[in-house]
Each structure stands twice: as C-alpha cells, then as structure tokens.
Nanobody
Framework: QVQLVESGGGLVQAGGSLSVACAAS????????MGWFRQAPGKEREFVAA????????AYADSVKGRFTISRDNAQNTVYLQMNSLKPEDTAVYYC???????????WGRGAQVTVSS
C-alpha cells in the first residue's frame, strides 16, 4: 500500500510556472513507477507524465512535452512535476499516482488544483 499526498499548485497567469509535489508513505516508494494525471472540469482524467522507479526513464503527453518536467527523489519519497509556459488549457486538478512496474497505476492522491488565467 502507498498513500499519496499532493501539494503545491495554485493560480498563475498564462506563461508562468508552477510546481506540484507528491509525498508518498511507505518504505517501498523506490519500487513504484510514478505518474501525474489531470482532470479538467467536464473532461475525463488524462495522462500527463510518468517516471520509472529509478528515475531513469520518463514519458510525457504530447500536450505538455517540452514544458513540463517530472522528477523524483527516492530518499525523500517524493515525486515532482515542474510546469513551465503554462496555458489556460492546463487548468485542472492534478493527481499523483503510483503503480508497480509492469502494472497499472493503482494508488492515487486526492489531487491539487492548478489554475492558469489568460
């Protein structure tokens, strides 16, 4: 079991930057792949970024590639999402997720609101 708590986010103007962090409980954090997903009002939850257990491999949605960076600190049991050049369409609740390697994302945080004004 992994418990995830997001922090950060907030309100920023278009073109600005924000970051969100996700703190995980448990001693096996380094065994999990981690991901960020988001859900905008009236839309389905969508994949944003993922990072392997070691941090050596990352993946991004095309919509955020080149603007967002996912990273992790296994010593601190934390995964981060740095968001630059934000656009109004990035406005959403951002969720942290964890999953075993080769499996689905089974553990989810409660989300952090990110609002980008135009």
């Amino acid at each position: 079991q992994v418990q995830l708590v997001e922090s950060g986010g907030g309100l920023v103007q278009a073109g600005g930057s924000l970051s969100v962090a996700c703190a995980a409980s448990g001693r096996t954090f380094s065994r999990y792949k981690m991901g960020w997903f988001r859900q905008a009002p009236g839309k389905e939850r969508e994949f944003v970024a993922a990072i392997s257990w070691s941090g050596g491999s990352t993946a991004y949605a095309d919509s955020v590639k080149g603007r967002f960076t996912i990273s992790r600190d296994n010593a601190q049991n934390t995964v981060y999402l740095q968001m630059n050049s934000l656009k109004p369409e990035d406005t959403a609740v951002y969720y942290c997720a964890a999953g075993v390697v080769g499996g689905s994302f089974d553990f989810w945080g409660r989300g952090a609101q990110v609002t980008v004004s135009s």
